[in-house]
């Protein structure tokens, strides 16, 4: 798998957290956001949207949106539970970004828990 992404991202960071707790290995492609390449043709071709997170799969498929993108990935692991209700409260479309990444009291899709984001630096990680 390859992520599209941007160190200064934070719905690319979560994506990032998910997989380092997933143990899952991929290759990180940076798109500088700030010298306008999410704008470029090559990238619009992944992403209409000219935004990263965009995640390209063995197969080829592309998968842009931060939380589709960890939806595809948590399906089948502990961090999509498989009862209906314990599901949806996990993945409320206002929390949906960060759900996985550590509960916080309040916030948005781009909103990351720090302790959740320490832990994995501690651990080197390397996310
Ligand atoms: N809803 C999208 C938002 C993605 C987004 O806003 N990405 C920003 C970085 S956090 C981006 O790529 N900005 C570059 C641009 O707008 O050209 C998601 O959750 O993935």
């Known amino acids: 798998m390859i992520l599209y992404d941007h160190p200064a991202s ?11 707790q997933l143990g899952v290995s991929y290759e990180r492609v940076t798109v500088d956001l ?10 619009l071709a992944r992403n209409p949207d000219g935004r990263v997170p965009v995640l390209e799969l063995d197969s080829g498929e592309l998968l842009p949106e931060s939380a589709a993108i960890m939806l595809y990935l948590a399906e089948g692991t502990p961090y999509l539970p ?3 209700l314990a599901r949806v409260r996990k993945a409320g479309v206002e ?3 960060f759900a996985w990444a550590g509960e916080t009291e309040r916030g948005n899709s ?18």
Do not use: S
């Open 10 to 20: 934070a719905n690319c960071l979560k994506v990032r957290i998910l997989l380092a």
């Open 34 to 43: 700030f010298a306008g390449e999410t704008r470029r043709p090559e990238h």
């Open 82 to 84: 498989e009862d209906r």
């Open 95 to 97: 929390k949906i970004g």
């Open 110 to 127: 781009c909103a990351i828990d720090l302790r959740v984001v320490a832990d994995h630096i501690k651990r080197g990680d390397g996310i």
